[in-house]
């Protein structure tokens, strides 16, 4: 078992800049490809960006693409999700998930390959 524990959601105005923090306790020791994703109200959970156990291969949607980075330490269990030039569009609960899998360079995109979820954060972009 995998616990998740997201932090660093917030208000901020258009332009301004997030950093997420996704916490892992638990099996740690295996291989765990890492993503956030995002659900807006009304809306389905979407995919925002995706990051290997090495760290070596990242991957992002194209909505988040150039503002958004995925990193990882794996000495602290932690993944980080860098959010820059927030929109209001980016408003939303976001939520981080792992999989665990067994190469360095395995990324998901889909929501239903992922098997552990964290509670979500906040994030609210204001116009």
């Known amino acids: 078992q995998v616990q998740l524990v997201e932090s660093g959601g917030g208000l901020v105005q258009a332009g301004g800049s997030l950093r997420l923090s996704c916490a892992a306790s638990?099996?740690?020791?295996?291989?765990?490809?890492m993503g956030w994703f995002r659900q807006a109200p009304g809306k389905e959970r979407e995919f925002v960006a995706a990051?290997?156990?090495?760290?070596?291969?990242?991957y992002y949607a194209d909505s988040v693409k150039g503002r958004f980075t995925i990193s990882r330490d794996n000495v602290k269990n932690t993944v980080y999700l860098q959010m820059n030039s927030l929109k209001p569009e980016d408003t939303a609960v976001y939520y981080c998930?792992?999989?665990?899998?067994?190469?360095?360079?395995?990324?998901?995109?889909?929501?239903?390959?992922?098997?552990?979820w964290g509670q979500g954060t906040q994030v609210t972009v204001s116009s």
């Open positions: 998930a792992a999989k665990q899998a067994y190469s360095s360079t395995d990324y998901y995109t889909d929501r239903y390959d992922y098997d552990y």
């Open positions: 638990g099996r740690t020791a295996n291989w765990y490809p």
């Open positions: 990051i290997s156990w090495s760290g070596y291969i990242t």
